[in-house]
T-cell receptor
């Protein structure tokens, strides 16, 4: 099993550009989520999904969209990048959303200039 | 949303010394998870506590959940250089996970 994979590892965008961060898991996990990590602020939940076709907002959803068309994939779309979205983005999955262990991907380091 | 406050923000210890990080909430937590993140890495799950007063051990690590389920702690006995990293607590609140800001541990050999 590859676990949770994320692409790309690094990305530089100009303000106003859009892009999609990819996340995939091969563990047949129901729950998937996206976090951003900024220095000194821990991880903050952006969006999450409890199964294919179901998504919901987390703590900091503005400026981001998600979709979950399959169990395996959970892409995160930045609609119009802003410097405030410079961060490290982690995707995570867990077998169940009922308090289960979360498996994190390696992260994407995004810089918006 | 829920907030879990974590202290201290940083801790520098000599190898062999003990280390403790605390996670506190003003409201009752449904459960608490602990993660470790090595420098440049991703968070890795350590443990989950669910019951009031629960204590779990993993080798030199001891995890506690308060009787009122409003606080939790992670204690490392006799730190080693391999313990370096940032330790996070997180609450699972109805599918939404709220992370503390983390305690960064540095261990001097």
């Amino acid at each position: 099993n590859a676990g949770v994979t994320q692409t790309p590892k690094f990305q530089v965008l100009k303000t106003g550009q859009s892009m999609t961060l990819q996340c995939a898991q091969d563990m047949n996990h129901e729950y998937m989520s996206w976090y951003r990590q900024d220095p000194g602020m821990g991880l903050r939940l952006i969006h999450y999904s409890v199964g294919a076709g179901i998504t919901d907002q987390g703590e900091v959803p503005n400026g981001y969209n998600v979709s979950r068309s399959t169990t395996e994939d959970f892409p995160l779309r930045l609609l119009s990048a802003a410097p405030s979205q410079t961060s490290v983005y982690f995707c995570a999955s867990s077998y169940s959303s009922r308090g289960g262990e979360q498996y994190f991907g390696p992260g994407t380091r995004l810089t918006v200039t | 949303g829920q907030q879990v406050m974590q202290i201290p923000q940083y801790q520098h210890v000599q190898e062999g010394e003990d280390f403790t990080t605390y996670c506190n909430s003003s409201t009752t937590l449904s459960n608490i998870q602990w993660y470790k993140q090595r420098p440049g890495g991703h968070p890795v799950f350590l443990i989950q506590l669910v019951k009031s007063g629960e204590v779990k051990k993993q080798k030199r690590l001891t995890f506690q959940f308060g009787e009122a389920k409003k606080n939790s702690s992670l204690h490392i006995t006799a730190t080693q250089t391999t313990d370096v990293g940032t330790y996070f607590c997180a609450e699972d609140n109805f599918n939404k996970f709220y992370f503390g800001s983390g305690t960064k541990l540095n261990v001097k050999p």
